[in-house]
């Protein structure tokens, strides 16, 4: 059996600069026109991602208020009567995000 000798390779490579832009094979390149309205479908989408994270974190923010309004003595008076408020509001803002944001995603 032959023994192989392996020898380290060093990990700077030689920087090379970008010749230009990445094209699909086969595809034409984007006209103005059809770059603007891709970037503009991401962004709606992108915005449409956001607002039902944002929707669930509302959520998550009311039952975290529940919990401290329901917390008794281990809160203070005024952070529970806050909680309080917060845990009957923000359900019902949570739900008016996520009808604004299934209208809006039909439009």
Do not use: C, W
């Not at 920087?15 to 086969?26: I, M, N, R, T, Y």
């Not at 962004?43 to 009311?62: K, N, P, T, Y």
């Not at 949570?94 to 209208?103: D, E, F, H």
Request: no cysteine.
């Amino acid at each position: 059996m032959a023994v192989s000798r392996l020898s380290a390779v060093p990990n700077s490579a030689p920087s090379v600069e970008p010749l230009g832009e990445v094209f699909g094979l086969g595809r034409e390149p984007e006209t103005g026109v059809q770059r603007i309205r891709r970037l503009q479908r991401e962004a709606r989408m992108l915005a449409q991602e956001q607002l039902a994270a944002f929707a669930r974190d509302l959520g998550a923010m009311a039952e975290r208020a529940a919990e401290i309004a329901d917390g008794g003595d281990a809160y203070p008076v005024g952070a529970r009567e806050l909680a309080s408020r917060l845990a009957e509001d923000l359900p019902h803002k949570a739900q008016l995000m996520t009808v604004i944001t299934g209208r809006t995603a039909q439009a």
